[in-house]
């Protein structure tokens, strides 16, 4: 949080806050202090450096064979096609495992890049083979334009969103409630007609909404104060954008690098040859896993890093906001650096556990999608890990925070986390989500948006991405998908925020009260809204 190595103890924050006795009557908790640099976890980040020395080496082995496997094949008409096509319609079993684990592979990059990286890949095919036909009106030149359009679009709306969420929360929480119910009301009509039980679902979903935003109406006081606080600290610090960006960036580089990697491993170690059009052995279940699990992990890390990297900066500008006013301030280096020191090996500890659990639910997705038998078994274990694996990321949120504001290790870091939201009586107040439905919401507005702008760009340029139809849809989809990724990557930081504002109010109310004081006059007005009983 801050370059000193001493607690936050000097003159200006050492008050009491005789108005905030816990409610259970429990003044045991231990209040956050800033720890002295050290490295902590260290064996699990150097784990993680040699898991990435190994996929290194992976590729470096198998790339070159696979490469030069399907090259010797090419004047057969592409063997490495029929390899896959093969598998599939005859009676090798091998061939077949092989061909759904290379499929579990891909797909699992899809899951986290929304089919970007195969997507692109045979975009550029399609483009290749469209261009003979269309006169050479599919250009590369129109999707970049299209795609740098939709890209200043979408930064100069989301960057003005901020502001418009810091004076406008209160309204904008209401709107996405409201959104919800409208949004659940029209699947609802349009689901009569076309099946009995989608009706059924979409009343369900209509009552759920409905009652959800009779519930939670109350909290909104509450989640609106938050989401002010924690937009208020992302725009006072907004180059932490180029840290999100710059992580967006890496992850596409990272799914590129482990196909890379990935597949040829299967594909070599399997036995495959693509002039036989088969594989010898079935593919390693346990060599699918550790790949998997290298992807998420690797994501993982790069996703929590930022997280740390925000929580740092937002607890600087809570307890030394001089040092985290500036579109680049001093605090977004700092922050920053301990998350690839000091703290990395906590982030790749935490991360770890997500990927493992993360790998399992893949496994046996694609396990219950073959149809082998037992699906229903596979069916209940998919849901009983992905619950876990929410759970488990749920609680590294709050764990992270502190990783990040505090320096602690990943183990006691949750310890902390439970420790004073059990002994400050507020254990159910971080279930509250309304602040990330409008982060949502928002995404999805500008994505809409930069859609409308891309259509409308296609339209008077006269861009043709296949048929009538199909040239405005893509036109539509490039911008949409541009505008909700570049988005949704801005309000990351401000999910991020959310949480550290939660933690360091309830750990630093007073401090808070002597470095901002108008926020904190809001913010205790909208606790108390929300907790009349639990604040006081």
């Known amino acids: 949080m801050n370059t000193s190595t001493q607690p936050y103890h000097n003159s200006a924050m050492e008050i009491s806050d005789p108005s905030r006795p816990s409610p259970d009557g429990d ?63 005859s009676g090798n079993n091998h061939g077949l495992v092989t061909s759904r684990l290379m499929s579990w592979v891909v797909g699992a990059s899809q899951q986290i890049f929304g089919g970007l990286s195969s997507t692109s890949l045979l975009s550029n095919r399609v483009l290749e083979e469209e261009n003979d036909a269309n006169d050479g009106t599919n250009d590369f030149n129109d999707l ?70 009779y519930v939670v109406w109350g909290r909104i006081p509450f989640a609106a104060c938050n989401l002010a606080t924690a937009t208020s600290a992302v725009k006072a610090n907004l180059g932490l954008s180029f840290v999100a960006y710059s992580s967006l960036i890496t992850m596409f580089c990272w799914s590129a690098f482990w196909l890379v990697s990935a597949v040829p491993t299967i594909y070599i170690t399997s036995g495959c040859d693509a002039q036989a059009g088969a ?80 790998s399992l639910v893949t496994m046996v997705r694609n396990l219950r999608e073959s149809g082998d038998g037992g699906s229903v078994f596979l069916c209940i274990a998919e849901c009983l890990l992905a619950l876990l694996r929410d759970i488990i990321e749920y609680f590294n949120s709050w764990a992270f925070t502190y990783v990040g504001v505090y320096g602690y290790s990943f183990i006691e870091a949750g310890k902390n986390v439970i420790s004073l939201f059990k002994s400050r009586g507020w254990t159910t107040i971080i279930t509250d989500t309304l602040a990330q439905s409008v982060l949502s919401l928002v995404s999805v507005g500008v994505g809409l948006i ?52 939660i933690v360091c109010y309830a750990d630093a109310p007073a401090e808070f009260r002597v470095n901002h004081p108008k926020l904190s006059d809001d913010m205790h007005a909208g606790w108390a809204a929300a907790w009349p009983e639990q604040f006081r």
């Not at 740098?148 to 709306?157: E, G, N, P, T, Y």
């Not at 607890?315 to 605090?331: D, K, Q």
């Not at 296609?458 to 570049?486: N, R």
């Open 27 to 89: 003044d045991t908790w231990t209040k956050g202090e800033q720890q002295p640099r050290k490295f902590n976890e260290v064996a699990f980040g150097l784990l993680f450096y040699l898991h990435l020395i190994g996929m290194v080496a992976c590729a470096g082995v198998y790339a070159p064979q696979m490469f030069t496997n399907i090259a010797a094949n090419m004047d057969n008409g592409g063997g490495e096609r029929e390899l896959l096509d093969s598998s599939s319609m």
């Open 144 to 213: 970049l334009l299209l795609l740098s359009i939709s890209a200043i679009v979408a930064c100069v709306i989301s960057s003005l969103a901020l502001t418009v969420m810091i004076s406008h929360a209160k309204g904008m929480i209401m709107c996405s409630l409201v959104f919800n119910i409208l949004a659940s009301l029209v699947f609802m009509i349009g689901a009569f007609f076309v099946s009995p039980f989608g009706a059924i679902m979409g009343i369900f979903l209509v009552a759920f909404n409905a009652y959800f935003a």
């Open 279 to 358: 594989c010898e052995n079935e593919a390693n279940g346990l060599v699918v896993f550790l790949l998997l699990v290298s992807f998420y992990w690797t994501y993982q890390v790069i996703q929590n890093t930022v997280h740390v990297t925000v929580a740092g900066v937002v607890g600087t500008w809570w307890y030394v906001p001089i040092e985290a006013s500036s579109f680049c301030s001093r605090s977004i280096g700092d922050s920053y650096f301990r998350s690839l020191t000091y703290s990395f090996g906590s982030i790749c500890l935490g991360s770890l556990i997500v990927a493992i659990v993360e």
């Open 450 to 501: 930069t859609g409308i702008t891309s259509l409308i760009i296609s339209y008077t340029h006269g861009m043709v991405f296949g048929d009538e139809l199909g040239a405005s849809a893509a036109a539509f989809f490039i911008g949409f998908t541009t505008g909700l990724v570049l988005t949704s990557t801005l309000l990351s930081l401000v999910s991020a925020s959310v949480n550290t504002v």
